[in-house]
């Protein structure tokens, strides 16, 4: 198989500086005291929610690329928090659930030992293959996924939940999804990618893996971090636009505020059609374009990616996600993994100054890395120069064993 084409210097065996490419520290505005500041990546920031169908529709693409596998694949998780971070005021219901997911990866990376993977993690805005293995008009090179695959890389996407690959008719109600509870999703789904114990394919189990590491979006790496200093069983994580919700722009702050209204009125349900539970809210739409792309940068064929993939978001996620916050002053000491920080220097959602604030907090993670993109947005990794940036990051993974 041809090696996939790369852009701008293949980055070197050599671990890079801790911050890389800062070329801007323009202010940013905190803003405090909202209680929906952390969901301003609103996954519901589209009206154009999902409407009940399979989730499975979306993964796992019959590609038939030589080397590469493809299998669509899920996990059994209970909706419970045991991260010691406080999910008030909202209490998660402890009944279990499917999230579903897909494992695409060099078919040599999972024939050896030590084997690794990388667990995609999504934000609120689209979850799992939806953000991840986009396909628009049949063209596979918005698939992230497969291109970490074809850079050799195992990696796995997972819908989180409260969102439609999760979401029964039953439930869960989206006032009883917490944000720790994610995080405790995360480390289930850590725990069965270690020991094979999840549904790959039509196989009741999977292949296991020595090393899992974690990349995240967004909020999902507010996820991602309360999980590495609570249960300490990743090699290794990265995040994409994530900051504490005390760092974010007036734009953003904006978004936030649109996704009260469904929350406190507690009148919409999960699908468009008015079906699934209720408990979930959906944020504005022009808003959102503005926060996630940058708009030199951003792909012609992005609006179409928010209309196909966008959905409603969890209320209790907004509702607890300042716990996160305090949590993260003394947790982020804790993360004793490397650590990689990535944004895109005009991320409209975070901004940047977030990952300085970080690298300061990272005092346990000797190995912590800080790259901000330059002419990229809050989704680098959807936008035109989206194969610079992903060879920087495997990269980076490559040179730790991850």
Known sequence: MPPPPRYGSPPGRRRPPKIVLVLTRRPLVAVLGLLLVVGIVVAGVLATSGSGKSYNSAAAFNDHLPGIVDRRSSFSVV??????????PTKPDRKRYVVHASLVAPASALATRPRAVVVLISGIIISGDHLWRVRIGGSTDLDFALAMALRGQAVVTVGMLGYHGSVTASGPNGNQVCAAAEADVIHQIVTQLRNGSFHYGNAATGPSFDRVALMAFSIGGEYAKVEAYTFHDIGGLVTVGSSPPNFV???A??????SVPDCRSQD??????????????MANIPIAQKVLFYGPDRDPRDTQLL???????????????LNLLK???????KINVPVLLTYGQHDGLVGIAGGAYQMRLLTGAKDRHLM???GSGHAWFLERQRARWTNMVVGWLETRGL
């Open 79 to 88: 909706n419970e928090n045991r991260t010691g971070v406080p999910c008030a």
């Open 249 to 251: 722009t007036p734009l």
């Open 253 to 258: 702050a904006k978004l936030a505020q649109s």
């Open 268 to 281: 919409r349900h999960k699908f468009a059609n008015g079906s699934g539970p209720p408990g979930y809210t």
């Open 307 to 321: 209309a196909r993939g966008a959905e409603t978001s969890p209320c209790g996620i907004f509702s607890s996600g």
């Open 327 to 333: 949590a993260d002053r003394t947790g982020l000491a």
């Open 372 to 374: 901000i993109f330059p």
